[in-house]
């Protein structure tokens, strides 16, 4: 593993408290609570970008016909 970089990030105050109680409830640190957050989040636009790029040459459908069809089909 990398070395560790130690940095500010401004939580707003409920988040924060939220985050304490979790890292105290489950026995680990507050940054290893935030370090693992952080990397799901990367871990998933990983993925999201992978599919993106094996999908980019399928046809795509503009918005506004989708939403005219989930209504025609009662589905909004």
Request: hydrophobic fraction near 40%; charged fraction near 30%.
């Given at each position: 593993?990398?070395?560790?970089?130690?940095?500010?990030?401004?939580?707003?105050?409920?988040?924060?408290?939220?985050?304490?109680?979790?890292?105290?409830?489950?026995?680990?640190t507050f940054s290893?609570?935030?370090?693992?957050?952080?990397?799901?989040?990367?871990?998933?636009?990983?993925?999201?970008?992978d599919a993106i790029?094996?999908?980019?040459?399928?046809?795509?459908?503009?918005?506004?016909?989708?939403?005219?069809?989930?209504?025609?089909?009662?589905?909004?």
């Amino acid at each position: 593993m990398a070395a560790n970089r130690r940095t500010t990030i401004c939580f707003p105050t409920s988040l924060y408290r939220a985050l304490k109680v979790r890292a105290a409830v489950s026995g680990r640190t507050f940054s290893e609570i935030v370090t693992e957050a952080v990397q799901l989040l990367l871990s998933e636009e990983a993925t999201d970008q992978d599919a993106i790029q094996r999908r980019h040459k399928e046809p795509s459908r503009p918005y506004a016909n989708v939403l005219r069809e989930l209504k025609r089909d009662g589905l909004l």
